[in-house]
């Protein structure tokens, strides 16, 4: 063996050269779209939160920009924090679960840019009063960001039927997630349209009842669609089957068709029966599936002792997916059967639940359980930083404050309750921050430890060698 140690397994040469072949080498374009994602939210959502909180508590006189403010603040953290992420993640992992081959770069690369290039545009032109210019940014940014939706659900589709065929949830959670982004690819462009009418707003009941058919089926879907194939097992658990996954996967889509559709009907009574049957019957799945697809309780006896406590964060985004999904089902009821208007607290409680729990914790989690430039830190042998600890509890308090201050909002004065908003925002922006350290430190140190594990590997290597 002319380039090799005794011991070693030769591997023959590639005999194929074609366009089929998959490359040996790692394929990080998911780090631009997690990087996109943090800068989103800890640049522009975050920040946004704290101000729109202080403007709406009387702090300083911008309280005439709050509606455009909160547009900005929403769709930074839906379409920049959470979409970035899902559709990094679903790029890099959906083929490798229908085993197909990865995407090459030229692919996914161009997704990024169209849809960071459209949440950008956009909070950039509802965040800052620029008169026409605003107005014809969100057009732009309409169909940037409807371009890269489109984009991510073709790829995401086309590896799902190409693949391998399962009757498993996860597939089925994942392609209901890429007609959805179908749905949301023509969503934007409308709106974006819209909104270049109006001011650079959205109207709000369209801009509403998007906001939560995004969140619950273009990126719950893939919540879902990924936690059940992966999550049960962490936790020394079956995945659940097609059969016990396909009710609560039936009413979640159903509940945000239905909302979506709401905003058409005229009537008022009409409107608010069906958008409340919609959070009625998403909210019953949303208590229904972090159970089966996800995890609540338990030891995530699967991972090693140093991965352990990343899984409490997906613990914490479970919960706070079930608090959701009572809060929906709160509103639902009072929205189809008694004064809508009552639901607002709940609404907007469940809301936050959801952004701020369930899918800023889960994506914390998941990062560090399934991102590649993690698993190297999951092996060493040393207890959790003072940076991992500072990010749970800064994160966890934020959603619980954020929750309760939605909650309250009609027994309690708006400006206590907005500077509390806004302490909410504050400890989310630093837990947040301190979790970008985590990632830079990981990428960063990785070329340290894989140095590390290699002498540790030929140090064993020799020890075991026969003498002579
Ligand atoms: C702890 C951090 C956060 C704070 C302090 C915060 C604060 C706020 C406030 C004050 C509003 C306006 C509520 C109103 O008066 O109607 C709002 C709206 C909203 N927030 Fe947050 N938020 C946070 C995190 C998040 C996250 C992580 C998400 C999603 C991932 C999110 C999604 C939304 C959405 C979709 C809206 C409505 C936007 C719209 O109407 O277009 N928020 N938030």
Redesign the pocket.
């Known amino acids: 063996m002319a380039n090799g140690r005794r011991g070693d397994i030769p591997l023959e040469m590639p005999l194929v050269q074609s366009a089929e072949v998959v490359p040996a080498v790692e394929d990080r374009s998911y780090v631009v779209f997690i990087m996109g994602a943090m800068v989103m ?1 800890v640049g522009a ?2 920040v946004l ?2 101000l ?2 202080l403007a ?1 508590s009387g702090a300083f006189g911008w309280e005439e920009r ?1 509606p455009w403010l ?2 900005a ?3 930074a ?2 379409q920049g ?2 979409g970035l992420f899902v559709a990094g993640m679903g790029l890099r992992l959906l083929p490798r679960f229908a085993a197909r081959q990865p995407f090459r770069r030229t692919r996914v690369l161009p997704v990024f840019a169209l849809l960071f290039g459209g949440a950008v545009t956009r909070v950039a032109a509802q965040a800052v009063d620029m008169g026409g210019l605003s107005e014809r940014l969100m057009a732009v940014s309409g169909v940037l960001a409807g371009a890269g939706a489109a984009s991510f659900s073709g790829l995401v589709l086309y590896a799902l039927l190409t693949g391998r065929k399962t009757n498993e949830p996860w597939r089925w959670f994942c392609m209901a997630g890429g007609v959805w982004w179908a749905v949301w690819a023509a969503l934007l462009v409308a709106q974006g349209m819209d909104a270049s009418a109006n001011g650079a707003y ?1 109207p ?1 009941l369209d ?2 009842a998007t ?1 939560w058919t995004v ?1 619950l089926a273009a990126i719950g879907n893939f919540i879902w669609g990924v936690q059940s194939r992966a999550v049960p097992v962490f936790f020394g658990r079956k995945t659940p089957s097609l059969r016990r996954a396909v009710v609560p996967g039936v009413l979640l889509n159903a509940g945000a068709a239905a909302v979506l559709v709401s905003p058409w009907l005229d009537d008022v009574d009409q409107r608010e029966a069906v958008m409340g049957a919609g959070f009625l019957l998403s909210g019953a799945a949303l208590i229904w599936l972090p159970p089966i697809a996800g995890s609540v309780w338990g030891r995530a006896r699967r991972l090693r002792p140093r991965a352990r406590r990343a899984s409490r964060f997906v613990l914490a985004a479970n919960v706070f997916a079930m608090i959701a999904g009572a809060l929906l089902v709160w509103a639902g009821v009072r929205m189809l059967f008694f004064d809508g208007d009552n639901a607002v607290p709940a609404r ?1 409680a469940a ?2 639940a ?3 729990g369930l ?2 914790l889960l994506i914390i989690g998941m990062a560090q359980l399934v991102a590649p430039f993690f698993a190297l830190r999951r092996v060493e042998a040393v207890g959790p930083s003072l940076v991992e600890r500072g990010a749970w509890w800064c994160l966890l308090t ?2 619980a ?2 929750v309760t201050t939605g909650l309250l909002a009609e027994a309690w004065d708006i400006e206590p309750r ?1 500077q509390t ?2 302490l ?2 504050a ?2 922006w630093l837990g947040l921050l301190l979790f970008v350290a985590m990632v830079v430190d990981a990428i960063r140190s990785e070329p340290r430890m894989k140095a590390l594990m290699a002498e540790q590997a030929s140090a064993a290597r020799g020890r075991n060698r026969p003498p002579g």
């Open positions: 939210a959502g975050l939160a704290i729109l909180s709406q709050v909160i547009q603040h929403g769709w953290q839906v924090w959470a959205v709000s801009d509403d906001a969140m907007d809301r936050h959801y952004g701020a899918i800023t934020a959603a404050l954020r907005m908003s806004a909410a925002g400890l989310g």
